[in-house]
């Protein structure tokens, strides 16, 4: 079949598929059948989620070029989910959990925001190829995807790909790595937590803390969670569209005032209204959190904004071809090499200042997993500590467009742009 002319052209309808396939993921993903623990066990629901909508595409059954869908969400979704997801973010409760957690947590960031550049290098030297400057299947653009993914979550992933103008063959290359990398230290991750009381009984880490955090956390819990009803939700809607329009309004005015008055800009993406529709949404989030507002949380505002990101993540596997994964494998070296740093910087602090592994594990987590993820290693721990995977989820969510994009401009810089 032409890739040009897919068997669904009308968009409600394909709108309807995505929805089907992300209700049958999220649906078997919990599910307590023995065949579905162990395919979810070995496949992560998140790469079902780009990946089946990518199978449709590559067989000619949707093609996102001929959609709308993609736009209408990193548009539309994609900033209201940023507000959402920050929204909920504290500070105080960040800070209650002590130092080291924090330390660890900015290590793993600091650990992406080098790797990359560091990684680029090391196989550019010896693959010049990957050393492009300014097209958009560059490799160090698509890396700005796995940067946003690694930092915050797919939300940022998303925007990284509409702020530095990324093509669709090397994103799809790059969502493989981000997918399968990440995959693979989450996997080493939950081996360290089967072992965390030796390695902590090796390192001298003390962990009383911990207990304390499981207190506070199932404290925290009984107080504010509530059974949503529907005000809730058309109030979360409001504040999540409403400041989505409040970002695309700003942005709408900043971004062409700096092109005239400050051209040059441009080569820091300044100059891009969606960047700034992403910064003013992330900022407006973190503004939110210090107020009343942050109360929705406790009716599900993050999770609305999680619902949106994965409408997003199917619309972005629309565009994806299978076939162009395979065909640049180096990118896995880079992306193994990328992550090796990460993990090296956090193995190498987590010893010196004598962490737990539960706070290495999370603050790692929280960078590369983001909300999906981080709180599976978390629990790892002890069910009820999954909820401080998501908080530092969140501060990542709140950090990674920041970092991404400023790791992006390292890369460029690497690439010779």
Not at 126 to 153: E, N, R, Y
Not at 392 to 406: E, F, K, S
Request: proline letters at 4%.
């Amino acid at each position: 079949m032409d890739h040009s002319t897919p068997l669904i052209t009308n968009d409600a309808v394909v709108l309807g598929l995505l929805a089907v396939i992300l209700g049958a993921i999220f649906y078997t993903s919990q599910s307590s059948h023995p065949f579905w623990r162990k395919f979810y066990g070995v496949v992560p629901a998140l790469l079902l989620c780009y990946f089946i909508p990518a199978v449709f595409n590559t067989l000619g059954v949707i093609n996102g070029e001929d959609s709308n869908l993609y736009f209408v969400s990193s548009r539309y979704l994609l900033p209201a989910a940023l507000i959402l997801l920050t929204l909920s973010i504290d500070l105080q409760a960040i800070m209650r959990l002590g130092p080291k957690a924090l330390i660890m947590f900015f290590t793993g960031t600091a650990g992406i925001l080098i790797g990359g550049p560091i990684a680029l290098l090391t196989v550019g030297n010896f693959v010049p190829d990957l050393l492009q400057a300014d097209t958009p299947d560059a490799v160090w653009k698509g890396m700005t995807t796995v940067a946003g993914s690694w930092i915050g979550g797919g939300a940022n992933q998303a925007a990284m790909k509409e702020v530095f103008l990324v093509g669709d063959s090397v994103f799809a290359q790059m969502v493989a790595v981000d997918v399968i990398v990440a995959n693979i230290w989450m996997a080493v991750l939950l081996i360290m937590a089967a072992r965390a009381d030796r390695i902590d009984a090796w390192t001298g880490a003390d962990t009383s803390s911990i207990e304390d955090l499981k207190r506070r956390i199932e404290e925290y819990e009984a107080q504010h969670s509530r059974i949503p009803k529907v005000p809730d939700f058309m109030f979360i809607v409001a504040i999540g569209f409403g400041g989505t329009g409040l970002a695309h309004a700003a942005a709408g005015w900043l971004a062409p005032t700096l092109a005239e008055a400050a051209p040059f800009l441009s080569r820091f993406s300044l100059t891009s209204t969606f960047f700034w529709i992403v910064v003013i949404a992330t900022t407006l989030g973190l503004i939110m959190s210090f107020t009343r507002l942050k109360a929705v949380e406790g009716a599900g505002a993050s999770k609305v904004g999680g619902a949106f990101v994965y409408i997003l993540v199917a619309s972005i596997g629309m565009h994806m071809d299978i076939s162009a994964v395979l065909e640049v494998p180096i990118l896995f070296l880079v992306g193994l090499i990328w992550i090796g740093i990460h993990a090296g910087l956090l193995l190498t602090v987590a010893y010196l200042i004598k962490a737990p592994v539960f706070f290495m594990a999370v603050g790692s987590q929280a960078n590369v997993g983001g909300a999906a993820s981080a709180p599976v290693v978390a629990s790892a721990f002890h069910p009820s500590l999954a909820p401080v995977g998501v908080l530092l989820a969140v501060l990542g969510y709140a950090l990674g467009t920041y970092g991404a994009w400023l790791c992006g401009q390292l890369m460029r810089v690497a690439s010779g742009g």
